[in-house]
Nanobody, 127 residues
Framework: QVQLVESGGGLVQTGGSLRLSCAAT????????MGWFRQAPGKEREFVAA????????SYADSVKGRFTISRDNAKNTVYLQMNSLKPEDTAVYYC????????????????????WGQGTQVTVSS
């Protein structure tokens, strides 16, 4: 049973930084694609970033390129999302997602491709 647990959300001022963590348990994740999505009130869930566990290839939404970095720690089975230069429009609940059958990078932006999800962590950026 795959379990994903996010942490690291909080309240930060515009221009600040946060690092989100996603601890993954229950499987060997070497064949997985791990993704971060976010959902703001009244909006659809949107893709933020993804990483292929084996090899570390990454993919980003245009809105976060150059500001966010996704990475993974193999020893800890943990995926990170380092968020810098945060803006009020980054305010959302951030979700970690995973699956093994996603075509990278073409299908990584589609939340329907991911079968495993964490509970989400709130990120609020004040202006």
């Amino acid at each position: 049973q795959v379990q994903l647990v996010e942490s690291g959300g909080g309240l930060v001022q515009t221009g600040g930084s946060l690092r989100l963590s996603c601890a993954a348990t229950g499987r060997t994740f070497s064949t997985f694609v791990m993704g971060w999505f976010r959902q703001a009130p009244g909006k659809e869930r949107e893709f933020v970033a993804a990483i292929r566990w084996n090899g570390g290839s990454t993919s980003y939404a245009d809105s976060v390129k150059g500001r966010f970095t996704i990475s993974r720690d193999n020893a800890k089975n943990t995926v990170y999302l380092q968020m810098n230069s945060l803006k009020p429009e980054d305010t959302a609940v951030y979700y970690c997602a995973a699956d093994t059958t996603i075509s990278f990078p073409i299908r990584t932006t589609y939340y329907g491709e991911y079968n495993y999800w964490g509970q989400g962590t709130q990120v609020t950026v004040s202006s």
